[in-house]
């Protein structure tokens, strides 16, 4: 049975003229990522750097990224033609979500090829950058799944959030309680249990993908469906949690129930482009590191000022998928795209009055209302979602601003929206930060506009955009004569 690992990712890749070894030597300390924001910007390929200031005799000497910084790279995953567009993408994920694959468990794998355990356990050993200058350290955890097990289901979980290395042995986490780890984690404290977790770094790309969005079934399931292939897992050496046999690295380790356990995390780079504040947060204290023969560890920079990561590149797709299902789940009529992003556009079909209030209400009731996606537009057909001039131009023409702005008072979102107080983002005092949220509804009021006789039965005016077809046709035949 084959296994896509990393490796074989960086091959494709590579195959495919996508992929950059960088041989100079470059220090982790901020010249990284400055290196990854420019490639950013330029739409350059994937990155393996190679010589790492400091870590030219550590067990890892190797740091992969931006392996998903294109769409075209995310089709490329999926085993599409590279130029798919964005809308056939989605259809072909929702498609394949719909067929979870169980994973296939295994005795042993390359990434137990080196298994280090207690007092031999040091976390500088991994070439983690230094991703933005303000950091409180070097942030392990930007790119790769975070595994939990529930202890009352034996289910695995994973998820992608951020942490940092404290101490050779000590990752400090930003958790969220209404989150899924948050979840299992409050469910340890009750036991008053420390909750064993293991990250993975460096495996198949559809992981990420799928363990970075608020799917609904097990992620190791899913992201089996997305790669049509099931996932080999090994169990944990200090734990029963399950991790991709050939994963690079996996660390695993405890998080303690005992609040006063908790120390400083933060300020991080986010993904808003501002840095996420620092408080006491819980810390998973490592146990043990399993991991390959020359492992490459892998890692992402988030939060740069034209805002074009991987992560949201990779994961912008799957968050369209999720929104859709929960809408069709919902049996919400007439959904015929979704497009995830700052504004969620949503596209329908209008065939009741109050279709797109019920279609907000069904996103923010569901997983999704903690993410820093505050906004959603609902518009109608002959809209591009995805071209922000379609859907400003929209707004313009079809919200009245006292009936189709409306703000839900739902309590609800992500510590790392910074529009919000900085005591509201106290997401273990709350379990989330206390946001609102706000629908703009811009499709055609049938209240305000009934059908009009004098425009053939239309809601609003002829579109102005269009000359007659026979003039159309006159000035292509006639274009090379304008000289222009």
């Given at each position: 049975m084959s296994d896509r690992d990393l490796r074989a990712w960086m091959a494709q890749l590579d195959a495919e003229g996508d992929f950059k070894r960088v041989t100079a030597k470059v220090d982790w300390d901020d010249e990284i990522s400055q290196i990854i924001r420019k490639v950013y910007v330029q739409g350059g390929p994937a990155l393996l750097f190679e010589n790492i200031k400091g870590h030219e005799k550590t067990f890892s000497t190797k740091l992969f990224?931006?392996?998903?910084?294109?769409?075209?790279?995310?089709?490329?995953?999926?085993?599409?033609?590279?130029?798919?567009?964005?809308?056939?993408?989605?259809?072909?994920?929702?498609?394949?979500?719909?067929?979870?694959?169980?994973?296939?468990?295994v005795k042993t794998g390359p990434v137990k090829e080196n298994i280090v355990k207690g007092k031999d356990v040091d976390l500088f050993q991994l070439p983690v950058p230094k991703w933005h200058p303000l950091d409180n350290g070097r942030y392990i955890n930007t790119f790769n799944a975070t595994v939990t097990r529930d202890p009352d289901t034996g289910l695995n979980n994973a998820g992608v959030y951020r942490g940092?290395?404290?101490s050779k042995n000590k990752i400090g986490v930003l958790l969220m309680p209404m989150k899924d780890w948050g979840i299992t984690y409050s469910k340890y404290q009750e036991m008053g249990k420390p909750m064993p977790v293991a990250f993975v770094y460096g495996y198949d790309p559809t992981l990420i993908v799928v363990a970075g969005s608020p799917v609904i079934g097990p992620e190791y399931n899913l992201a089996g469906a997305l790669r049509q292939e099931p996932i080999r897992l090994v169990k944990c050496e200090t734990s029963d949690i399950e991790v991709p046999a050939a994963a690079e690295i996996v660390v695993e380790g405890f998080m303690s129930p005992d609040p006063s356990t908790y120390e400083v995390e933060g300020p991080f780079g986010e993904g808003s482009g501002f840095y996420g504040e620092a408080r006491k947060r819980p810390v998973v204290e490592v146990s043990c590191i399993t991991y390959r023969n020359d492992p490459i560890f892998r890692g992402s920079l988030v939060g740069t000022k034209e805002g074009i990561t991987e992560i949201r590149a990779s994961v912008s797709n799957m968050m369209s998928v999720v929104l859709w299902n929960i809408l069709e789940a919902a049996e919400i009529p007439g959904v015929i795209d979704v497009a995830s992003g700052p504004i969620t556009a949503v596209k329908i079909h209008k065939t009741y009055q109050g279709q797109a209030r019920q279609i907000a209400a069904a996103m923010w009731g569901s997983k999704f209302?903690?993410?820093?996606?505050?906004?959603?537009?609902?518009?109608?057909?002959?809209?591009?979602?995805?071209?922000?001039?379609?859907?400003?131009?929209?707004?313009?023409?079809?919200?009245n601003f006292n009936r189709d702005l409306v703000v839900y008072p739902l309590y609800m979102g992500s510590p790392i929206d910074v529009s919000l107080a900085y005591d509201l983002r106290a997401e273990l005092e709350y379990g989330a930060a206390v946001a609102d949220k706000l629908l703009i509804d811009a499709t055609t009021d049938w209240q305000l506009h009934p059908p009009r006789e004098e425009w053939g039965g239309q809601r609003f005016p002829p579109d102005c955009h269009y000359s007659l077809p026979e003039t159309e046709e006159l000035v292509e035949k006639r274009w090379k004569e304008y000289g222009l």
């Open positions: 990224t931006n392996g998903l910084g294109k769409h075209s790279r995310v089709n490329l995953m999926l085993g599409l033609p590279k130029d798919t567009s964005p809308a056939d993408t989605i259809k072909i994920i929702r498609q394949r979500m719909k067929k979870p694959l169980e994973p296939v468990r940092t290395i404290l209302a903690g993410h820093p996606f505050n906004i959603i537009m609902v518009v109608e057909e002959g809209v591009d979602i995805r071209n922000p001039a379609a859907l400003m131009s929209t707004m313009h023409s079809r919200v």
